[in-house]
């Protein structure tokens, strides 16, 4: 690793860097802020070898750009793109975003909103299910998202007008962008030319050049830093002997700074920092401490011995073959050159490994959490957000679900399933601090004795 060659004073910078491009995949002059680049450019020779080392990853670094070329392992929609207002984007949006990327690499260095929604709309009409019509709020509406989110990235940057009052009404408001070429290129570089491919297996990691076991490091390593926890219950036996070796975790703390947390069923990944993740947690608002709490619920009734023995499940199947099927359906076959597509190879690509022994974990009901998110509302409501203090259901469906996605439970018909790393949100205190009383403007007079 070139990082055990820097020195001491230098290998905070070098960390926050690694942690920079492992977050963002993509930093421009703008994104995600204007200090970034130059730190990478800084770092970009060692950076691009242990990036490739570890992971497998393949850094490009440019005068504008810097571009993390990553491996998927698996199918994963836990980080989906995000609208300006932290709204996760729908099929719609996608496929705008798609096609402005493409009008945006046959353009000029400049192009009106309105130019870019014409170009859009006339590709959508090509694809079946999809279709631009600016006469409607809601397509204009997800067309803004989708250049918003070009825009913050840098691929785009507003020059004169305003997209809101496009997006109000078209035949008032305007919007002029300028391109930036180099963005709009670094952007869009799949691994391969999606008209060789008949199926989405052929985006998926595994190559026949590399030795197993350095390529089973390598796939350990990366879902260190893509997933919350690692749990060795998922993994197939080469797998979860790498995971159990003290070096492969030990490799990417000394890269990222990270702090592994070690349990008997799997390591998790603490950032103490805070910015390597997406979504930190535990964190502030409603549903994070709404979450929390539920979070230390759970855990006491798991371990509680005086409280009934919970039913132990194995996960649910995550369903990958049906969302590969749905998405290889999806794939347009006239646009295909069947020629080239290596179908075999394609097919044999590994979506998800199971592990030869199913583990199980407890089931906590949902009747039992409706009950224990009213009782936390009772309790704690007048700290939350007045949206929530009426909505319990919907309080409740926000806070499990984030920590689906932190991997402390696991959704199932009628309940969630109880994952290991919870246990570290055992015995949460809580302290609510009281406002204190507003002085009074007036006050009652205080009777004399004369």
Excluded at 78 to 95: K, L
Excluded at 114 to 142: I, K
Aim: glycine residues 6%.
């Amino acid at each position: 690793m070139r990082a055990r060659e820097i020195a001491p004073l230098s290998l905070d910078s070098y960390r926050r860097a690694a942690r920079i491009i492992l977050s963002n995949h993509l930093v421009t002059q703008s994104y995600p802020d204007r200090n970034a680049l130059g730190l990478l450019r800084n770092w970009a020779t060692e950076l691009r070898d242990d990036l490739l080392e570890l992971f497998g990853y393949r850094l490009e670094v440019t005068e504008t750009t810097a571009r993390l070329f990553t491996c998927h392992d698996r199918l994963d929609a836990t980080a989906p793109a995000r609208t300006g207002t932290d709204r996760a984007f729908d099929r719609h949006r996608y496929a705008y975003l798609a096609l402005a990327l493409a009008a945006l690499g046959r353009a000029g260095n400049q192009i009106t909103l309105s130019e870019l929604a014409d170009h859009v709309a006339a590709d959508a009409a090509q694809v079946e299910g999809v279709d631009l019509a600016t006469d409607r709020a809601a397509d204009r509406d997800a067309f803004v998202d989708a250049v918003g989110w070009l825009a913050a990235r840098g691929a785009i940057a507003l020059a004169d007008g305003d997209a809101v009052g496009w997006a109000a009404n078209p035949s008032d408001g305007e919007a002029l962008y300028d391109i930036d070429r180099s963005v709009v290129t670094a952007l869009f570089r799949p691994p391969r030319a999606l008209q060789h491919l008949t199926s989405i297996r052929g985006l998926m990691s595994g190559s026949a050049d590399e030795a197993p076991a350095r390529e089973v490091a390598r796939r350990v390593r990366r879902a260190l830093v893509e997933r919350p926890v690692v749990y060795a219950g998922e993994l197939d036996d080469d797998e979860a002997l790498q995971l159990a070796l003290p070096r492969t975790a030990a490799d990417v703390e000394f890269l990222t700074g990270l702090v592994a947390e070690r349990r008997a069923e799997g390591i998790a990944l603490i950032d103490p920092t805070g910015r390597l993740s997406d979504l930190r947690f535990p964190s502030t608002g409603t549903i994070a401490q709404a979450a929390l709490l539920l979070a230390g619920e759970i855990a006491d009734r798991v371990l509680d011995p005086d409280a009934p023995e919970l039913v132990r499940l194995p996960l649910p199947d995550p369903d990958t073959v049906d969302l590969v099927d749905q998405l290889d359906g999806a794939i347009p076959a006239a646009g295909v050159f069947r020629d080239l597509a290596d179908e075999s190879t394609e097919h044999a690509a590994p979506v998800h490994d199971s592990p030869h022994e199913v583990p199980t974990y407890p089931l906590v009901e949902d009747s039992w959490i409706v009950e224990t998110v009213r009782d936390l509302v009772a309790r704690f409501g007048r700290t939350f957000a007045a949206q929530w203090q009426a909505d319990h259901a919907g309080l409740r469906e926000q806070a499990v679900a984030l920590l689906d996605k932190q991997r402390l439970v696991r959704s199932t018909p009628g309940g969630v399933l109880v994952l290991p790393a919870l246990a570290r949100y055992r015995d949460v205190v809580v302290t609510v601090r009281d406002r204190d009383a507003e002085p009074e403007l007036f006050t009652e007079p205080v009777p004399s004795d004369h």
